[in-house]
């Protein structure tokens, strides 16, 4: 048997981190060619024969260059939410992501930050660090280097509308997040047999109208 709690309307706190980054990048790229080879083979009679085939083969051409570009990096202020939930979460509109303000706790409750701003800075430029990298990526087929610098960095503390669901099914406990947004649902789903899989699929299915019902009406 499974049960559904009424679920809570929350506002996380994220921290937002926006940063330029110039980068200095070496690599690869390949250029293919075409080359006739000797062959041998044995044909229907028992004989070998010789004969000539095309094969392709591959060349790489060393390419270093500049890049530039400004990213946004989220990390969740809330010692309650894992990064990959927040990730799984993702994106929220900008009309969605706001700073602190009474009116928030119409409907909602808001979670006060768990982690600072100077404790989540290390991981918002490292994750910063891997956009800039990425994109240094698409410029060439292998990336062997890039050295990035980081500038103008800013942060701010917003918070995000997330509705959060108990669920508990044959005695385990499981938590399902939704985007307050988008309705994106996110968390873990119980393993189970045939008829029962039916079953948790049919509550699931009621969650996400329900949630659907409550963005729009809200």
Same mark, same amino acid.
């Given at each position: ?8 309307? *929350? ?10 980054? /110039? ?13 006739? =080879? ?8 028992? +004989? ?21 570009? @400004? ?12 990064? @990959? ?23 909602? *409750? ?22 800039? @990298? ?16 980081? *500038? ?16 508990? /099914? ?5 938590? =399902? ?15 189970? +047999? ?12 009621? =969650? =996400? ?8 009406? @809200?």
């Amino acid at each position: 048997r499974s049960a559904l709690n009424r679920g809570q309307g *929350s506002y996380i706190p994220f921290w937002r981190f926006d940063a330029d980054a /110039y980068s200095e990048w070496e690599g690869e790229i390949s250029q293919t060619h075409t080359r006739q =080879v000797p062959r041998t083979r044995t044909n229907a009679e028992g +004989k070998t024969e010789h004969y000539t085939a095309t094969e392709t083969y591959q060349t790489w051409h060393p390419r270093r260059g500049t890049h530039t570009g @400004r990213h946004r990096a989220w990390i969740p202020g809330s010692t309650g939410l894992t990064h @990959r939930e927040a990730d799984d979460l993702m994106p929220f509109p900008e009309e969605a992501m706001m700073t602190y303000s009474p009116d928030l706790l119409v409907g909602f *409750s808001a979670e006060e930050p768990g982690i600072d701003e100077k404790g989540a800075q290390v991981d918002g430029e490292q994750r910063i660090r891997e956009m800039e @990298r990425a994109a240094c990526a698409r410029e060439v087929e292998r990336l062997t280097r890039a050295d990035i610098t980081l *500038s103008n960095i800013a942060s701010a503390l917003c918070y995000l509308p997330i509705w959060i669901y108990g669920y508990d /099914y044959q005695h385990q406990h499981y938590r =399902v997040l939704v985007n307050g947004h988008t309705g994106e649902i996110v968390g873990d789903r119980p393993v189970s +047999k045939a008829r029962e899989g039916i079953a948790v699929g049919i509550g699931v299915a009621i =969650v =996400v109208l329900l949630i659907v019902l409550i963005i729009i009406f @809200r």
